[in-house]
């Protein structure tokens, strides 16, 4: 079978017809539906002669009872009834775009439908003006592009690296980045991995969810590895997407493989819940970072107010320009309780949804529902670099609303980042490079990959460390209090100008408000021995504020509780000081370096 990359070549060729007709950036609204269409066209060249023959026999029935007899015929959940594939349309260059409307328009229903999200129709017109005038010559091209060698795990490559290329073209922002195949392979692995011993039962069926499933990657990955695992299981794929062309090319994957495309939603998760009430099994999502909610806030911030917790969004609210933790707390709500078997949730978030938000409010409060409620498991951090579009930092969550005895009440952290020192890394003291390797050339800002290598390196190696469940240089296995902790105000009493305290109609002292601060005291404190052990404001207060402000005060009307997972801080790697003979040594070096540059100089 040809490799997925020279099919993307081949493919993204066609770029040479639009040039001086098309921007670059306008390239995708061409080749993307042109892509779908001819894919369509290939699976069903087998039967699309039978088709055609037996469309007298269904002439009276309803559209839609002709659709569901002619898939059969078909062999697939779709058909086309034009008398027109590509091979056909080149036959009639002077009406190829009559013909190629004609043969659009013989799709089943829920085939055409995507077709019209890429709004081709435009494209098909400005392709045909006398001006430009391509349109046959990119209808031939793609004619001699056979996608029938094609599986869909490779077609879907195939989308993905258009994608990206086209991504790249439009200078998208770096929230708008594409999931690497390696990093959904992992969260698959992690998400499936409690679930073996029950996914091996014959004719066993799980759901899967996505609720910003771009072109499909995650819901492909996830079918196939669970195929690999057990060819009797079956998963049920749902997703809601809110860009139009990244749906239609999700929904022409499912209706491709044989998933029911209805599954999938177009539309804005937060404000058209396209699959509301429904509960899944699996859920898999990597949400754009940091894009706001602007658009949406007035019916966030309504469904927030008025519903609360019997709402999506009864835990709080973020700062309007990043939506990560929406789009969580989402998911949550469609978990099925602990009593039902549970839900797992695996998401990719940057490091802002770890602390960011001060305590009672925002994010803060979001992680305190989260945490308090045991779901969090695990979060895995991951290299940087690892994305297309963006180089920054990224961390997978872990959610389980059916912990395992061992794991309850615990958040299990793995540093799968390696170092970013290289010195570090040449001593050999840590296998770092177990996690990662660098690419033989970057893609865009993705620099380095997880490789797959049993369970001695990349995505094998993270999987055990997750599956194991056991301290070592790279886990960390905390009680759920340990992210805990109250933000008190310290109040010191406000003096006259003879030092006197001045105190209120109550007899208390009064606060000056120009010495006021503020102290994070975690729920937990470190024993001697180690022990992680429980602390009181109280306590906490008399060792460690009233030795240097006796006269200091916790004003408790204003204590609030916060939760914050400072991931770096808790793997920080001490890098020993170098010496100052070391340090000496190289100032005497580049002492002599210039003074031999200064000679060379003056000769």
Not at 160 to 180: C, K, V, W, Y
Not at 416 to 427: C, I, P, R, V
Not at 443 to 462: A, D, H, V, Y
Request: aromatic letters at 10%; hydrophobic letters at 35%; proline letters at 4%.
């Amino acid at each position: 079978m040809t490799s997925f990359k020279d099919k993307t070549n081949l493919i993204w060729s066609v770029a040479d017809l639009l040039r001086g007709d098309y921007r670059q950036s306008d390239y995708g609204k061409v080749i993307l539906p042109m892509t779908v269409l001819r894919r369509l066209d290939c699976v069903l060249a087998p039967n699309k002669q039978k088709v055609l023959d037996y469309l007298p026999k269904v002439e009276k029935l309803s559209d839609s009872a002709k659709d569901l007899t002619l898939n059969k015929i078909a062999g697939t959940n779709f058909h086309n009834r034009s008398q027109f594939d590509f091979a056909k349309l080149l036959a009639d260059p002077n009406h190829i775009a009559a013909n190629l409307r004609n043969h659009i328009n013989g799709y089943s229903a829920s085939a055409r439908e995507i077709i019209e999200y890429f709004n081709f129709d435009d494209q098909i017109e400005r392709m045909d003006d006398p001006k430009a005038d391509i349109l046959f010559q990119v209808v031939k091209k793609f004619t001699e592009i056979d996608l029938a060698d094609m599986d869909t795990m490779h077609m879907g490559y195939v989308f993905e690296d258009l994608i990206r290329r086209f991504a790249e073209q439009s200078n998208e922002t770096a929230g708008e980045h594409f999931t690497p195949r390696e990093v959904i392979k992992l969260m698959v692995n992690v998400l499936l991995n409690a679930d073996h011993q029950s996914l091996t039962q014959a004719g066993i069926v799980k759901t899967l969810y996505d609720p910003a499933c771009g072109t499909g990657g995650m819901l492909s990955v996830a079918e196939h590895h669970l195929q690999d695992f057990n060819p009797n299981a079956k998963l049920e794929v749902f997703g809601q997407e809110i860009n139009p062309e990244s749906y239609a090319i999700c929904k022409s994957d499912m209706l491709i493989k044989g998933q029911n495309p209805a599954n999938i939603k177009f539309g804005n998760t937060f404000t058209m819940d396209g699959l509301r009430d429904e509960k899944f099994d699996y859920m898999l999502s990597n949400p754009p970072f940091g894009v706001d909610w602007k658009k949406a806030q007035k019916i966030i911030t309504d469904e927030h107010t008025n519903l609360g917790y019997a709402g999506r969004f009864g835990a709080g609210l973020p700062r309007i320009n990043d939506g990560s933790l929406l789009f969580l707390q989402h998911m949550i709500a469609k978990m099925k309780p602990s009593e039902n078997g549970g839900s797992r949730i695996g998401i990719v978030f940057n490091g802002s949804p770890l602390f960011t938000g001060q305590a009672g409010n925002g994010e803060s409060n979001i992680r305190k529902w989260i945490i308090e409620n045991d779901w969090l498991e695990a979060i895995i951090a991951l290299p940087d670099q690892l994305f297309y579009n963006t180089g920054i930092s990224t961390y997978i969550w872990i959610l389980n609303s059916h912990k395992s005895a061992e794991r309850k009440s615990k958040i299990q952290l793995i540093n799968a980042t390696g170092s970013k020192d290289e010195e570090l890394m040449k001593t050999g003291k840590r296998d770092y490079n177990r996690f990662w390797e660098k690419m033989p050339r970057s893609l865009g800002n993705k620099r380095k990959q997880i490789p797959e290598n049993g369970e001695s390196k990349g995505i094998g190696f993270i999987t055990k460390l997750y599956g194991d469940f056991e301290e070592s240089e790279f886990v960390k296995i905390l009680p759920n209090e340990f992210f805990g902790y109250w933000r008190v105000t310290v109040e010191q009493p406000d003096k006259n100008d003879n030092g006197n305290i001045i105190t209120g109609r109550d007899g208390k002292p009064k606060a000056d408000t120009s010495l006021r601060d503020y102290e994070n005291i975690p729920f937990l404190q470190k024993a001697p021995n180690g022990q992680l052990i429980p602390q009181s404001i109280e306590e906490y207060f008399e060792r460690e504020v009233k030795p240097h402000l006796p006269e200091a005060w916790v004003d408790e009307s204003k204590t609030k509780t916060g939760y914050e997972i400072n991931f770096t801080k808790y793997f920080y790697e001490f890098k020993p000081l170098r010496s100052l003979t070391e340090i000496k040594a190289d100032i005497l070096a580049l002492e002599e370096s210039s003074l031999e540059l200064e000679k060379k100089v003056l000769e």
